[in-house]
C-alpha cells in the first residue's frame, strides 16, 4: 500500500489522499475477512464488496449516502487501475464498475443577493477579528474558493492592487488565479493592515488567515465565525463556506456570467460540475407565473 500510498500524495491534496487511502483499507480489510488477497481479487469479489457496502450503517444507524458510495467506487478504480497499470495485476476487476446516480442538489443555504450584502458586511470593522472575518467573507463570496484552499492561502498568494488571488494546489492538485472584487481586495488589504499583526503568532506565519491563537483556519474553525455572524445578523440560515461558494455561483449566473467563466472561477475539472446552476430555482419560476400567468396576479 505504500506504492499507492505515494501515488495518492502526487495527485491529490492531503485530504483528499487521506481519504482515499482510507476507503482503499476498509476494501482490503473486507478482502482479508473474506480470505481473499488484493491480487486474486476478481469482479464479483468487488461487487459482493459494494452490496455489502449498501448494508453497512454510520454509528447512529443510518445507512450510507449514494455519493459515499460513489466516492467508494472512485476509489476502487483508482486502487485497481494502479496495480494493473504498474502490472501487479493481469486484468483490471474494477475496471467497468459503474457509479450509483446521484442527484445533483444545490444546498438549502443559498443566499439572496441582500443577504449576502448583509452577511459580508455584518463583521465590526473596529475590532481585529472583525477585520479578519469581513475579509474572509468578501474573499469568499467574491472568488468562491473552497475552505480548504482558503486556509491554505499564503501572504504571498493575494496582490490587492491587482485584486488577483492565487490558489495554489487546489483540488485535484492545481493552480489558478482568480480575481478579487474591489470590496473584497479593499477588506484583505484593511485585515493585513490593522488586524491581521494583532494576531498572535502573524509574524512568524506565512498564512494569509489565521486562527486566533496565529494557527491555521480549519474548516470547523471557518465555518463557527461564518455562523456566528449569520446568528448575529439573525440570518434564519445554517451557512458554511460551501454556501457562500454556491452563493456566488448562483449570482455570478443570474448576473450574466458565462458559465465557462464560473467554472474556471471555482476550479471545476469539468462543466458538468458547474452546470448544476443553471438549474432555476423555484423562486425565479415564481417571479415568472405571477409576472407572466393570466392568474398570476
Not at 467506487?73 to 457509479?99: H, I, Q, W
Not at 486566533?212 to 445554517?238: C, E, F, P, S, V
Not at 467554472?263 to 407572466?292: F, M, N, P, W
Request: no cysteine.
Amino acid at each position: 500500500m505504500k506504492l499507492y500510498a505515494d501515488h495518492l500524495a502526487v495527485r491529490y491534496a492531503k485530504k483528499s489522499a487521506q481519504g482515499y487511502l482510507m476507503l482503499a483499507k476498509r476494501h482490503l480489510d473486507w478482502l482479508a475477512a473474506h480470505g481473499v488477497s488484493l491480487v486474486d481479487a476478481r469482479r464479483e469479489d468487488i461487487l459482493a464488496y459494494q452490496t455489502a457496502l449498501l448494508a453497512m450503517r454510520k454509528n447512529d444507524g443510518r445507512a450510507f449516502s449514494t455519493s459515499h458510495q460513489v466516492r467508494q467506487v472512485s476509489v476502487l478504480k483508482s486502487l485497481y487501475g494502479f496495480l494493473y497499470k504498474r502490472s501487479f495485476l493481469l486484468s483490471n476487476p474494477a475496471g467497468t464498475l459503474e457509479y450509483p446516480h446521484v442527484e445533483q442538489r444545490l444546498p438549502r443555504s443559498i443566499l439572496s443577493i441582500p443577504e449576502a450584502r448583509r452577511l459580508v458586511e455584518a463583521p465590526d470593522t473596529k475590532t481585529f477579528i472583525g477585520l479578519r472575518d469581513r475579509a474572509i467573507l468578501e474573499t469568499l463570496y467574491s472568488t468562491g474558493i473552497r475552505a480548504g484552499e482558503l486556509a491554505n492561502l499564503k501572504l504571498s498568494d493575494v496582490d490587492t492592487e491587482e485584486r488577483v488571488l492565487r490558489v495554489i494546489m487546489g483540488k485535484g492538485r492545481k493552480d489558478r488565479n482568480v480575481p478579487l472584487t474591489r470590496s473584497a481586495a479593499e477588506a484583505v488589504e484593511a485585515y493585513l493592515k490593522r488586524g491581521r499583526p494583532r494576531i498572535r503568532g502573524s509574524q512568524r506565519s506565512p498564512l494569509l488567515f489565521l486562527a486566533l491563537r496565529g494557527g491555521k483556519m480549519h474548516d470547523d474553525t471557518l465555518n463557527a465565525a461564518i455562523a456566528l455572524w449569520a446568528t448575529k445578523i439573525n440570518l434564519g440560515k445554517h451557512i458554511t463556506a460551501h454556501s457562500l461558494r454556491h452563493s456566488a455561483a448562483t449570482h455570478l449566473l443570474k448576473g450574466g456570467a458565462d458559465i465557462r467563466h464560473i467554472q474556471k472561477l471555482l476550479g471545476h475539472s469539468s462543466l458538468q460540475a458547474t452546470e448544476r446552476y443553471t438549474r432555476v430555482e423555484i423562486s425565479d419560476l415564481k417571479e415568472v407565473l405571477k409576472r407572466a400567468h393570466p392568474r398570476g396576479r
